[in-house]
């Protein structure tokens, strides 16, 4: 089982696929953790990474189990890459509201494997509302142009979920993914 989610910042991704991979077993990845060079330098601004040096991040992480994993993320570039390499992927589109992400941002838990403490992510809050903010304005395969151009022309085995349906009790939303993986 490969599942692709992509969305907005602060869309229920994370969650997402997170309860995905504990219900099926399945590595999870964020996006995040292979798409960005790391910095030695706190000041200096992060840089991307380029597509097959985080395609290989990708593989590597899935390891000994290439067949079964979650992957997540706003990378519209990437969530590209996988699903061609792949038709048997399901992809599923985010497609959360502004105003959910925003709401979503701000009642954000800790993750500890971005930042090294709760203040200092809280400092990122203003910008990544701001980020969430410009999804519809914004171009490039980050952009929700980029993420809706993605799901409608992808062949494959694909659902959108909108902010009520990511917030139903697990076991229902488990079980609407299981269906639409046939």
């Not at 997170?18 to 964020?30: E, G, P, V, W």
């Not at 000994?64 to 992809?91: A, F, N």
């Not at 838990?109 to 992510?121: D, G, I, L, R, V």
């Amino acid at each position: 089982m490969k599942i692709a989610i992509v969305g907005n910042s602060s869309s229920g991704k994370s969650t997402l696929a997170k309860m995905i991979a504990s219900a099926y077993r399945l590595t999870h990845i964020d996006l995040d953790e292979v798409a960005w060079k790391g910095s030695e330098n706190a000041c200096q601004s992060p840089i991307r990474n380029n597509i097959s040096d985080s395609m290989l991040a990708i593989k590597t992480r899935c390891g000994v189990s290439p067949q079964r994993w979650v992957v997540e993320g706003c990378y519209g570039d990437l969530i590209s890459q996988l699903i061609q390499q792949d038709e048997d992927t399901l992809l599923i589109y985010a497609n959360t509201t502004i105003k959910q992400c925003t709401e979503n941002a701000l009642r954000r838990p800790w993750e500890p494997h971005k930042y090294a403490s709760k203040t200092e992510q809280d400092k990122n809050l203003g910008m990544l509302v701001e980020w969430i903010e410009g999804y519809a304005l914004r171009e490039g395969a980050l952009s929700k142009a980029y993420h809706d151009a993605l799901y409608n022309q992808f062949a494959g085995k694909k659902m959108l979920l909108d902010g009520q349906q990511l917030f139903m009790p697990e076991s229902e939303l488990i079980a609407l993914i299981s269906s639409a993986w046939g």
